[in-house]
């Protein structure tokens, strides 16, 4: 069954946390699991990243879709924990009615396909990624810039250890990206696989086109999902751990031209308090700007409406 084109394009968030599920007391109002978000437009079902919360949007998918096949597109990051781990409960590839591209850049020489079948192998789970009936296709990224039907995807390397890619997901209705890992350049340290020690004077001009590069991918995007793991003060001792904070997601996200923000990828020792706070200091920083910008942190089952 293709999926009804509906009037807007549609976002929903099923898992916003970074690193490791934290499910419990102090998590509940913006969730515990590990990162997954589906965006609905021009008649595609395509889906960023499977963390643990791409459990539940399975479970939802099933419950829609009834007796009809799904056809769908999962877009994955990369092949860190928190971004492929929920994948094993993916409740569509256990059933032949179904189709799932998975498109993913190759981050350790070996295939994706290979990495997500790792994770499935013995002794860590009971049933192999090929015995699922599930028509499961895997698509390298080759190419940067391509189609999911009539949604143009763009995708780009973040700065993050090892690989990982952003997307621009290009819809009718406007335009997303999603940069769930991904460390700032203001701070020097770059997770490039280009050898050599740089003097710091090469190291600051890779670092300021590297981020020129990045702003002209995001340039007016309407929503901006970017990691914002850490507060100011945390992030000075996370240096070199590919990961944003809030100046600097406020930073890249206004010198973008981005519409709205959503801070992303929490760190699962901040509980729902903590999260209000960063979000509520985001946006007096903001205003202190006299930007135009509006933020929200990314919220289990909070939905984003385009056109
Ligand atoms: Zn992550
Ligand atoms: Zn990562």
């Not at 789970?125 to 296709?137: A, E, R, S, T, V």
């Not at 996200?253 to 020792?269: G, K, Y």
Request: glycine share 10%.
């Amino acid at each position: 069954m293709a999926v009804s084109p509906e009037s807007s394009t549609r976002i929903r968030f099923w898992g916003v946390r970074g690193s490791i599920p934290v499910p419990g007391r102090g998590t509940v109002r913006y969730g515990g699991n590990t990162a997954c978000v589906e965006i609905r437009a021009d008649g595609e079902v395509i889906i960023l990243d499977a963390g643990s919360g791409i459990r539940e949007l399975g479970l939802a998918l099933d419950k829609e879709f009834g007796t009809n096949p799904i056809s769908l597109s999962l877009l994955i990051s990369h092949t860190h924990w928190d971004h492929i781990q929920g994948f094993p409960f993916f409740v569509p590839s256990y059933s032949d009615k179904n189709r799932i591209r998975i498109f993913g850049y190759d981050g350790a020489n070996s295939g994706l396909g290979e990495i997500l079948r790792g994770q499935m192998a013995t002794p860590f789970f009971p049933i192999g990624l090929y015995d699922l009936p599930g028509k499961i296709q895997f698509e390298n990224l080759n190419r940067m810039d391509f189609n999911i039907g009539k949604v143009r995807i763009v995708a780009k390397r973040l700065n993050h250890p090892g690989v990982c890619i952003g997307y621009r997901v290009f819809t009718s209705k406007g335009s997303i990206a999603y940069l769930p890992d991904h460390e700032p350049y203001e701070s020097l340290h770059l997770h490039s696989p280009e050898s050599g020690s740089p003097s710091p004077q090469d190291l600051k001009q890779r670092a300021l086109s590297a981020r020129a590069e990045l702003m002209e991918f995001l340039r007016d995007c309407d929503v901006l999902i970017l990691d914002s793991q850490y507060t100011d003060d945390e992030y000075r001792s996370h240096v070199g751990w590919g990961h944003g904070s809030i100046s600097t997601s406020i930073a890249q996200a206004r010198d973008a031209h981005a519409r709205q923000l959503v801070l992303f990828h929490h760190d699962p020792r901040h509980d729902d308090e903590m999260i209000d706070e960063m979000a509520e200091s985001a946006r007096r920083l903001v205003a202190q700007t006299g930007a135009q910008l509006s933020i929200e942190a990314a919220c289990e089952g909070a939905e984003i409406k385009l056109g």
